[in-house]
Every structure is written in structure tokens, then in C-alpha cells.
């Protein structure tokens, strides 16, 4: 039963520390997502790659988010530093083109 | 940017009731999908369904394209199938853009 798997599933940091988020696609999927999911704001997208390549990543607070695909098995969201506004939970999804989007379990993140 | 709206916001059933949930989007969509977010936060697929009827046991889809809405419905409801359900719209970017979902109860 092939999955997106997402690590850590919780994480409480202190204002000003680097967090790190993984995410595996389903194997054979070329498209990978993160979305973030918070009361005010709902599901919004941050960013996406195709073929490891980075499409778009204009939802993204620049100047202390990153995201990156270092091979096709794993994409990375860092937050550094972080802000208690970054409390959400954060969400990888993976899919081919014009078919379903699979989403993983979510990081839920908070920030004191 | 397209607008998805969804209706009701909230909705509060008996189980065995049947539901219709509404998705309205501004703008000609590629692909559209529902989800349901279990009360464990959880998103499961529902649905691909850019156009046309589909049905998955008591669940079932229809999107009209050309009028810019979808319809979801659920039948004989089950405590299970409580929680919130989010319609997602793309243009062709892949993007999905989601609607602020329909929180679902179903009281035994």
C-alpha cells in the first residue's frame, strides 16, 4: 500500500530554532508538494517540485523557509529561524500530472 | 486567483441521514478533487473528479464544469464519516487551491 511518509509527525521548538521536515513521495511519482494548514489561513500551498526540479515556490516566506529535493526519495522543508507564527502543520503531497495528489500524514510544528 | 467556496460551513446529521455538500469555483478548473480530513487530521482522497459523476459506495461525486460547481454526496451516514470535507481545484500548474471545507457531524 504505497504512502507518502512524512518525519517528524510532531515537533515543539523554541522560537529562533531550525526545524528540518522530511517527506518520502510515492515511488514513481515526478511531483512533490507542501502545503501548510492553519485556522485562519486553511491549506495553502508553499511550494512544488517536478522531476526534483523546484516550479514554484512564491506561497514560501523566502527569507526563512527552504525547501529542496535532494533525490527523488526525499524533499526537505526548513524553517530557520523560526517563529511562533510557523506553528501549523505542514503537509507533503506527491502525484503525477492531472491525477490524484496523495497526501502524507502532515508535521504538526509548534513554535513557543 | 480563483475563489472555491463551499457550502455549508458546518452540518449536523443523524446517522442514516443522507448529505449534499456544495463546491462553487470562480474560474475553468483542471482538475478538481475532494478530500476528507478524518478527526485525527488525516487528508484521504475522495475523489478525482474534473468533470463528470463518480461513485465509491455510499459516496458520490458529480462536478458540472461549464457551471463551475461540484457536488458531493454521502449516503446512509455513518458515525465515521464525521469530520471535515475540502474541495481542491487546479488550473493546470498542479496548484491546488482549497476551499475552507465543510465540517461534518454525524451523531449516533
Known amino acids: 500500500d504505497a504512502r507518502v511518509t512524512q518525519t517528524p509527525r510532531h515537533k515543539v521548538t523554541e522560537m529562533g530554532q531550525e526545524v528540518t521536515m522530511r517527506c518520502q513521495p510515492i515511488l514513481g511519482h515526478n511531483t512533490v508538494f507542501w502545503y501548510r494548514q492553519t485556522m485562519m489561513q486553511g491549506l495553502e500551498l508553499l511550494a512544488y517540485f517536478r522531476n526534483r526540479a523546484p516550479l514554484d515556490d512564491s506561497g514560501m516566506p523566502k527569507d526563512r523557509f527552504s525547501a529542496e529535493m535532494p533525490d527523488a526519495t526525499l524533499a526537505t522543508l526548513k524553517i530557520q529561524p523560526s517563529e511562533p507564527r510557523d506553528s501549523a502543520v505542514y503537509f507533503c503531497?506527491?502525484?503525477?500530472?492531472?491525477?490524484?495528489?496523495?497526501f502524507g500524514p502532515g508535521t504538526r510544528l509548534l513554535v513557543l | 486567483g480563483i475563489q472555491v467556496e463551499q457550502s455549508p460551513p458546518d452540518l449536523i446529521l443523524q446517522e442514516g441521514a443522507n448529505s449534499t455538500l456544495r463546491c462553487n469555483f470562480s474560474?475553468?478548473?483542471?482538475?478538481l478533487q475532494w478530500f476528507h480530513q478524518n478527526p485525527w487530521g488525516q487528508l484521504i482522497n475522495l475523489f478525482y473528479i474534473p468533470s463528470g459523476t463518480k461513485q465509491n459506495g455510499r459516496l458520490s461525486a458529480t462536478t458540472v464544469a461549464t457551471e463551475r460547481y461540484s457536488l458531493l454526496y454521502i449516503s446512509s451516514s455513518q458515525t465515521t464519516d464525521s469530520g471535515v470535507y475540502f474541495c481542491?481545484?487546479?488550473?493546470?500548474?498542479?496548484?491546488?487551491?482549497f476551499g475552507q471545507g465543510t465540517r461534518l457531524t454525524i451523531n449516533p
Open positions: 503531497a506527491s502525484g503525477l500530472l492531472r491525477q490524484t495528489q496523495y
Open positions: 481542491a481545484v487546479d488550473q493546470g500548474a498542479q496548484k491546488l487551491v
Open positions: 474560474d475553468s478548473v483542471n482538475n
